[in-house]
T-cell receptor, first 114, second 115 residues
């Protein structure tokens, strides 16, 4: 398995809703990432998990809450989002044992906040 | 701080023509360099990567890139483009070493193919 799987592919939520994005990989990668991408912009790093521990939080608002239950799963819990949070949310993973091999990205979750 | 510049926001080429997308980086140590491609509404797919060794790197879909340390460049090339190559292309730089890697992406170059 050489993929990163993200669910759902599309999500519409109200500003008072609570929802979660899910990311899964079975490549044995021990680093996992959440990125946010607005239209016509590069991905912006949100969070990095290394060996299931949060290692980087790029000053993301607390309405985004990441979770790494095990080495294969990464969740992003969403609560009280704003319309400006509408974007493509990308999950990625990478190897950690032999240097930078680059990321494997999922296809993303298109989030619309109404 | 590391940075990546893609000077061309949008490039249009005819199908069958050659292609070169430019990428310049700023990095204090040995960089790890990547090119990714993104089709509309999709995630990013790794085209190729450079760590060390041969400065001409071959990737998927017929793409290649050349690392030129003296020019701090890592330009992407393809001898003959196909309509399916229309997409957004991102150059990225990352640190050497083990552990989680924080990649820095350029602003992207949108490629349009004329029939």
């Amino acid at each position: 398995d050489t993929e990163v799987t993200q669910t759902p592919k599309h999500l519409v939520m109200g500003m008072t809703n609570k929802k979660s994005l899910k990311c899964e990989q079975h490549m044995g990668h021990r680093a996992m990432y959440w990125y946010k991408q607005k239209a016509k912009k590069p991905p912006e790093l949100m969070f990095v998990y290394s060996y299931e521990k949060l290692s980087i939080n790029e000053s993301v608002p607390s309405r985004f809450s990441p979770e790494c239950p095990n080495s294969s799963l990464l969740n992003l819990h969403l609560h009280a989002l704003q319309p400006e949070d509408s974007a493509l949310y990308l999950c990625a993973s990478s190897q950690t044992d032999r240097g930078s091999y680059g990321y494997t990205f999922g296809s993303g979750t298109r989030l619309t906040v109404v | 701080a590391q940075s990546v510049t893609q000077p061309d926001i949008h490039i249009t080429v005819s199908e069958g023509a050659s292609l070169e997308l430019r990428c310049n980086y700023s990095y204090g140590a040995t960089p790890y360099l990547f090119w990714y491609v993104q089709s509309p509404g999709q995630g990013l797919q790794l085209l190729l990567k450079y760590f060390s060794g041969d400065t001409l790197v071959q990737g998927i879909k017929g793409f290649e890139a050349e690392f030129k340390r003296s020019q701090s460049s890592f330009n992407l090339r393809k001898p003959s483009v196909h309509w399916s190559d229309a997409a957004e292309y991102f150059c990225a730089v990352g640190p050497e070493g083990q552990g989680a890697q924080k990649l820095v992406f350029g602003q992207g170059t949108r490629l349009t193919i004329n029939p």
